[in-house]
């Protein structure tokens, strides 16, 4: 193995400029596990296309998205042992042990970044593959409303190294412009990433360093398409007071999300009640 090598694995398709687009460059490999997705036809078809214009150093597994669903909004030992269960992590386990080759490995977080469960299911593999091979697993740092208490939770039992990395706002459009084409691009198009990430590296054999004087840097992001649209996106916290600031503005706009919702379902209902009017009428 090479010391100056390192690996991106991520579960889907857009997750590795989303949460990585400051290594994905210089990746020995970009391993992306999840392709076809049973919720979206349209999305499955677009990942194959994106694969096959992909970058050279990308590297795809094709296993099909898992049935699970739901958020993580606490930590739960149950959630933990979902994920494991899974028919799909000890194939993901598997073949990430014959890609794997380098001493330092970045992926998902504890907290699944906004508490996405197969986000949480590939850092369980990844992590399991790297204490195997005794290698370097580093995390990556974003996190958003519903995963700030897991994450706060995590951090403090453990030893924390940050390290700090530019994002290639190039390589982060070019990438995105192609998913968009292949229409299988996940997040709000209006979507922009911050100038720097940050990554973790867990040592769990040393003390806790998170403390109320020394808190770790991380990335805050916004809820959806609304605060995208007032730029609000995403912002690097360290200070908790801010953060605080931050989520009291994130909670404020949830009514709307909300009103939006209840709208959405009454009209889909209704619609579906006159379409089952109007076949109803119609001679038999």
Same mark, same amino acid.
């Given at each position: 193995?090479?010391?100056?090598?390192?690996?991106?694995?991520?579960?889907?398709?857009?997750?590795? /400029?989303?949460?990585?687009?400051?290594? =994905?460059?210089?990746?020995?490999?970009?391993? /992306?596990?999840?392709?076809?997705?049973?919720?979206?036809?349209? $999305?499955?078809?677009?990942?194959?296309?994106?694969?096959?214009?992909?970058?050279?150093?990308?590297?795809?597994?094709?296993? *099909?998205?898992?049935?699970?669903?739901?958020? !993580?909004? @606490?930590?739960?030992?149950?959630? &933990?042992?979902? =994920?494991?269960?899974?028919?799909?992590?000890?194939?993901? *386990?598997?073949?990430?042990?014959? %890609?794997?080759? =380098?001493?330092?490995?970045?992926?998902?977080?504890?907290?699944?970044?906004?508490?996405?469960?197969?986000? @949480?299911?590939?850092?369980?593999?990844?992590?399991?593959? =790297?204490?195997?091979? $005794?290698?370097?697993?580093?995390?990556?740092?974003?996190?958003?409303?519903? $995963?700030?208490?897991?994450?706060?939770?995590?951090?403090?039992?453990?030893?924390? /190294?940050?390290?700090?990395?530019?994002?290639?706002?190039? %390589?982060?459009?070019?990438?995105?412009?192609?998913?968009?084409?292949? #229409?299988?691009? $996940?997040?709000?198009?209006?979507?922009?990433?911050?100038?720097?990430?940050?990554?973790?590296?867990? !040592?769990?054999?040393?003390?806790? #360093?998170?403390?109320?004087?020394?808190?770790?840097?991380?990335?805050?992001?916004?809820?959806?398409? %609304?605060?995208?649209?007032?730029?609000?996106?995403? &912002?690097?916290?360290?200070?908790?007071?801010? %953060?605080?600031? &931050?989520?009291?503005?994130?909670?404020?706009?949830?009514?709307?999300?909300?009103?939006?919702? @209840?709208? *959405?379902?009454?009209?889909?209902?209704?619609? !579906?009640?006159?379409?089952?009017? &109007?076949?109803? !009428?119609?001679?038999?």
């Amino acid at each position: 193995m090479q010391n100056n090598k390192y690996i991106v694995v991520v579960a889907h398709p857009d997750d590795e /400029i989303l949460w990585a687009s400051s290594i =994905c460059e210089k990746a020995s490999k970009v391993i /992306i596990c999840f392709s076809d997705d049973e919720d979206s036809e349209k $999305t499955s078809k677009g990942r194959k296309i994106f694969s096959k214009n992909a970058p050279d150093n990308f590297y795809f597994l094709n296993i *099909k998205e898992p049935a699970q669903k739901g958020f !993580n909004l @606490i930590n739960k030992k149950s959630h &933990i042992r979902n =994920c494991i269960s899974d028919l799909s992590f000890k194939k993901i *386990k598997k073949d990430l042990a014959r %890609l794997i080759d =380098c001493q330092n490995v970045y992926s998902h977080n504890y907290w699944g970044e906004y508490g996405h469960p197969q986000h @949480i299911l590939i850092h369980l593999a990844v992590r399991s593959v =790297c204490k195997e091979k $005794t290698i370097k697993f580093k995390m990556f740092s974003y996190f958003n409303l519903r $995963t700030f208490l897991v994450r706060n939770y995590y951090l403090r039992k453990n030893h924390v /190294i940050v390290e700090r990395k530019k994002v290639s706002k190039k %390589l982060f459009y070019f990438l995105k412009n192609k998913y968009i084409k292949s #229409n299988c691009w $996940t997040f709000p198009e209006s979507y922009s990433p911050p100038n720097y990430e940050y990554f973790y590296l867990i !040592n769990q054999k040393k003390r806790s #360093n998170c403390s109320s004087k020394n808190k770790i840097t991380g990335i805050y992001i916004f809820w959806g398409q %609304l605060h995208y649209n007032l730029n609000l996106k995403q &912002i690097s916290v360290k200070k908790f007071r801010f %953060l605080f600031l &931050i989520l009291f503005i994130d909670l404020a706009l949830m009514p709307f999300y909300f009103l939006k919702y @209840i709208f *959405k379902k009454k009209f889909f209902i209704k619609k !579906n009640v006159m379409c089952k009017k &109007i076949i109803d !009428n119609q001679p038999k």
